[in-house]
Structures are given as C-alpha cells and as structure tokens.
C-alpha cells in the first residue's frame, strides 16, 4: 500500500512533442506529490509538486494532472526540448498520520528527446 | 549559498574494507536521508534521520551504518558486510515538521569495488 507505481520505464519524444508520465498510488493517505528531475552523475532536484485539493498545476512548460479518485498523477511536458532529457521520478507523501514524512518514490523514468 | 555536500565525488572500495561517505549541510534542516540509486533503478532508503543522536533503518539498511551527532553532518559507512555495494549513493535533508516541502539533494556519491 506504500508502493507508488510509475510507467514508463523509458519514454522516447520527438523535440517539440508532449512527453506524459504516468504514476499511480494505493496509500490515500498521501496528500503530497512531487516530481523530482535527475540528470546523469547528479541528485535529483524538485520539478514541480501538488497536493490533492486541486487537479491541476502548471508551471511553464510543466503540468502535473491530478485525479483524485483514480489514485494517479502524471507529469506532461509541453513543447519537450533536448534538454529536458533526464530521469524523471515520481513520489508521494503521507499526512498527518505519517510521522515520519518520508517520500515514497515511483522507480524513475528515463525520458529522451530526440533533436 | 545553502545546500548538500557530498564527497567524496568518487570511491572506490577493495573487498573487505569499510568505507565512509561524507554528507554535510548547512539548510538548518533536521531530517536526513541516505539512498541508494541502481542502474534504471528508483531510490532506495537506507537510513535516515528526523533528530541529531537518532536514526532509523530504512528498506535496505543491512551492510550500512550512520551516525547523526551533529545537525549539518550525517555520514554513512558501508562495511564489508554489504556483498554488493557498487551503487550511486544520494544524500538529502528536509524539514520533517513541515510535511509538504521539499527534500533538497547532494550530488551523489559513486562507489565502486575493484
């Protein structure tokens, strides 16, 4: 029930296509989900993040979609460049009752725009 | 400017012998995490910590131990059990009383035997 699933494992995008990534969750406890971006010999860094009282946010090129009763969330790219090439992950936290606030992460997504 | 330090950038380990990861942040934050990253794999929680002088064992913890006696500093040592320790290690740190931000990461340690 911890786990967060995430597809798919590879994703390859024409530059200027739209790149979605899919997760899903079991835990609806989890009111916090972010999205990390990691490129190659670096640590992942915060993307963009939602918490479930909405269904959407975007930030520039980047959308998260939000569907509550469905337990899943995915991360559009719009317009994906060469430089958005990177391993993407998915995680989730849980609320109130999770004392720990830990992150629970989707296994990544190794997304590539072809030129 | 804040932020994680991990070094050193590259390790390389002979087998039987223990080594140390270092981990240092100046965030001001409390909770600390140690992970461990496998080729096309996610991140897999090794130890972690919410105070100084206290950590818990995360999902994979064996062959690894931590210490927090400091607030800036949570350094990880993979001992001689751990049979397979190649692996890129990440080191974050968060605010834990504050659920919803965001975990801040080093640039990663990676450890190869030879």
């Known amino acids: 029930q911890q786990q967060v699933k995430q597809s798919p494992q590879s994703l390859i995008v024409q530059k200027g296509g739209i790149s979605i990534i899919n997760c899903a969750y079991e835990?609806?406890?989890?009111?916090?989900f972010p999205w990390y971006q990691q490129f190659p010999g670096k640590g992942p860094a915060l993307l963009i993040a939602?918490?479930?009282d909405v269904s959407e946010k975007k930030e520039g090129r980047f959308t998260i979609s939000f569907n509550k009763s469905a337990k899943q969330f995915s991360l559009h790219i719009m317009d994906s460049q060469p430089g958005d090439s990177a391993t993407y992950f998915c995680?989730?936290?849980?609320?109130?009752?999770?004392?720990?606030?830990?992150?629970?992460w989707g296994a990544g997504t190794k997304l590539i725009i072809k030129p | 400017d804040g932020g994680i330090t991990q070094s050193p950038k590259y390790l390389f380990r002979k087998e039987g012998q223990n080594v140390t990861l270092s981990c240092e942040q100046n965030?001001?934050?409390?909770?600390m995490y140690w992970y461990r990253q496998d080729p096309g794999q996610g991140l897999r929680l090794i130890y972690y910590?919410?105070?100084?002088?206290?950590?818990q064992k995360g999902d994979i913890a064996e062959g690894y131990s931590v210490s927090r006696e400091k607030k800036e500093s949570f350094p990880l040592t993979v001992t001689s059990a751990q049979k397979n320790p190649t692996a890129f290690y990440l080191c974050?740190?968060?605010?834990?009383?504050?659920?919803?931000?965001?975990?801040?990461f080093g640039q990663g340690t990676r450890l190869t035997v030879v």
């Open positions: 939602i918490r479930p």
């Open positions: 974050a740190s968060k605010i834990p009383d504050r659920a919803w931000t965001e975990a801040f």
């Open positions: 965030l001001n934050h409390d909770a």
């Open positions: 995680a989730a936290m849980g609320g109130v009752m999770d004392s720990n606030y830990q992150l629970i």
């Open positions: 835990n609806t406890a989890f009111d916090y």
């Open positions: 910590s919410q105070i100084v002088n206290d950590f």
